[in-house]
Each structure stands twice: as structure tokens, then as C-alpha cells.
Nanobody, 128 residues
Framework: QLQLVESGGGLVQPGGSLRLSCAAS????????IGWFRQAPGKEREEVSC????????YFPDSVKGRFTIARDNAKNTVYLEMNSLKPEDTAVYYC?????????????????????WGQGTQVTVSS
């Protein structure tokens, strides 16, 4: 009943763009921070972005800073990750996750164990 579903992945050429969507069902995202993680074969899982439940705070690591943006649309119960200037090293399965932040509306969870719900992932492939 409580699910997150990612969509929007696919194959793009270096320098291209993709927009990923994370849609919730069975619960509202209004009081959840949303994180995006990626994992490639042989590499550790990396948090590439998150947005606070208020929408007022965001996080990006240096690996994607300036290229990725995140936004939430509470009316659609969806969070988006826009990826620009994609590089082959961005190739990975991308997961979204939700963390309850009822009392801290600008809190940014930066660790995977802070998240309560996870999607199944969507593949992003950037060709060389």
C-alpha cells in the first residue's frame, strides 16, 4: 500500500538530460524529505540529492552539484530530479526514498538509514 515508484530513466548520450520522477502512493509526501540515491555495479551507494519536506532546503554532493536539480510538487505527490550535462559516470540505478521529518521541516537526511520507504529504482545509462 505504501509505495514509491521511480520513472524517467533511460539511455542518453553524454551531455544530455533526463528528468526522473518519484511518485508516492498510499501516503502523502508533504511531511517527508525525499532523497535520491544511485548505485552502479562495483560502487557504493551514493546520495545524489535530497529535498526537505518543506522544500526549502536541498543537498547535492560535489559529484553532481551544478548539474542536477530537485523539486517537489506536493499537489501531484511527486518529486523530480532533473539531471543535466550527463556524464558516463552518472550511469547507475537511481532510487528515491522518503524520510519522515514532521518536526524538522528543513531537515535533510544524508544517511540511507534515515529513510523509511524506498522505490525499486530506475536505470539511467549514459553512453560513451
Amino acid at each position: 500500500q505504501l509505495q514509491l515508484v521511480e520513472s524517467g530513466g533511460g539511455l542518453v548520450q553524454p551531455g544530455g538530460s533526463l528528468r526522473l520522477s518519484c511518485a508516492a502512493s498510499g501516503f502523502t509526501l508533504d511531511y517527508y524529505a525525499i532523497g535520491w540515491f544511485r548505485q552502479a555495479p562495483g560502487k557504493e551507494r551514493e546520495e545524489v540529492s535530497c529535498i526537505s519536506s518543506s522544500g526549502g532546503s536541498t543537498y547535492f554532493p560535489d559529484s553532481v552539484k551544478g548539474r542536477f536539480t530537485i523539486a517537489r510538487d506536493n499537489a501531484k505527490n511527486t518529486v523530480y530530479l532533473e539531471m543535466n550535462s550527463l556524464k558516463p559516470e552518472d550511469t547507475a540505478v537511481y532510487y528515491c526514498a522518503a524520510a519522515s521529518t514532521i518536526y524538522k521541516r528543513d531537515y535533510l537526511p544524508l544517511f540511507s538509514d534515515e529513510y523509511d520507504y524506498w522505490g525499486q529504482g530506475t536505470q539511467v545509462t549514459v553512453s560513451s
